[in-house]
């Protein structure tokens, strides 16, 4: 399988709890919301699942028209600013009944991705005006 994250953005994904899902409604306005998510290597996907996902017009959405984006982000510090950042853009699918059974909905939406854009991942203290993204299609 193609290496689609680096080691150090492996950890930061691994490190972060929640990113923002944005998919397009069917009357093409965008919809953004919070989530949990998990990268799964054995399918080269990042996991998103949720309470009621299988309910959810994020859900339906994805089911609509197969593309999402997800952002995890971070502030490190205000002075000086250091933010962190990686956009995860790609196909999506709805997969019923393959998550964690921990009370949340077993639904899930698997993103493949197919662009990554990374900033500040590889080397955090880059002063804000000299970070350049890591930006590539996988």
């Not at 502030?75 to 196909?91: A, E, K, Q």
Request: aromatic residues 6%; glycine residues 8%; charged residues 25%.
């Amino acid at each position: 399988m193609r290496m689609v994250f680096t080691d150090a953005e492996l950890a930061y994904l691994d490190s972060q709890p929640i990113g923002r899902l944005a998919t397009q409604q069917p009357d093409g306005t965008l919809q953004v919301n919070p989530v949990g998510f998990a990268w799964n290597p054995e399918t080269g996907t990042i996991d998103i699942g949720g309470f009621r996902m299988s309910r959810s017009r994020k859900y339906r959405n994805v089911a609509d028209n197969g593309r999402a984006a997800l952002v995890v982000d971070d502030l490190r510090s205000t002075d000086p600013w250091r933010v962190r950042c990686l956009d995860i853009r790609g196909t999506a699918e709805f997969v019923p009944g393959t998550g964690p059974a921990n009370g949340t909905d077993p639904a899930i939406i698997r993103l493949r991705p197919t662009r990554v854009i990374g900033l500040a991942i590889e080397d955090p203290d880059v002063p804000p005006h000299e970070i350049r993204a890591n930006a590539r299609n996988v």
